[in-house]
T-cell receptor, first 114, second 117 residues
């Protein structure tokens, strides 16, 4: 079965600083990879996804992520964080042999210092 | 932008009572899902539904749970006899295609927070 690890439970960055949130997955073949963001009291909003092709994917709100097969990673990046980016971020993976379900990581809570 | 809508946003129920959580998926979507998130824990898959039947379910989705698409727009999750450990945020979701399709993005609703007392 596939699994997803987000090693950082909490991250604090200063506004304007760059951000990288880590995501590692365990799966034998090419996965389908997603990043979702959850603001307090809100649902899960898709930031970006990797389906196939270019391993660097662009998403909404200035986020990007890079699929690195050799490292089984799909890290999320943003060059300059805004205070409104404070939220919880979830990495999720789907797989051909797991039906249509997504397996989620434990999430990383991002705090932004002024 | 189309969205998945869920009702109620919050429900408090007594242990042993039946609960129905309701969802209206995005209109042209064919795949429907329920996930849950116990406070402080991961988002967990419960069940997926396609072509008017369950296509996958997790170990969590036992006989106490059922899903239904009673008409062309609603998708419901029923918990027959709630337990304290069923307290969680329940997310409904939908997608246009399955995981292998390019339009495989799963769109989530804002959740229904269930508190069992």
């Amino acid at each position: 079965a596939q699994s997803v690890t987000q090693p950082d439970i909490h991250i604090t960055v200063s506004e304007g600083a760059s951000l990288e949130l880590r995501c590692n997955y365990s799966y034998g073949a090419t996965p389908y990879l997603f990043w979702y963001v959850q603001s307090p009291g809100q649902g899960l909003q898709l930031l970006l996804k990797y389906f196939s092709g270019d391993t660097l994917v662009q998403g909404i709100k200035g986020f990007e992520a890079e699929f690195k097969r050799s490292q089984s990673s799909f890290n999320l990046r943003k060059p300059s964080v805004h205070w409104s980016d404070a939220a919880e971020y979830f990495c999720a993976v789907g797989a051909n042999n797991a039906g249509n379900m997504l397996t989620f990581g434990g999430g990383t809570r991002l705090m932004v210092k002024p | 932008e189309p969205e998945v809508t869920q009702t109620p946003s919050h429900q408090v129920t007594q242990m042993g009572q039946e609960v129905i959580l309701r969802c209206v998926p995005i209109s042209n979507h064919l795949y429907f899902y329920w996930y849950r998130q116990i406070l402080g824990q991961k988002v967990e898959f419960l069940v997926s539904f396609y072509n008017n039947e369950i296509s996958e379910k997790s170990e969590i989705f036992d006989d106490q749970f059922s899903v239904e698409r009673p008409d062309g727009s609603n998708f419901t999750l029923k918990i027959r006899s709630t337990k304290l450990e069923d307290s969680a945020m329940y997310f409904c979701a939908s997608s246009e295609e399955g995981i292998r399709g390019e339009r495989n993005t799963i769109y989530f609703g804002e959740g229904s927070w269930l508190t069992v007392v």
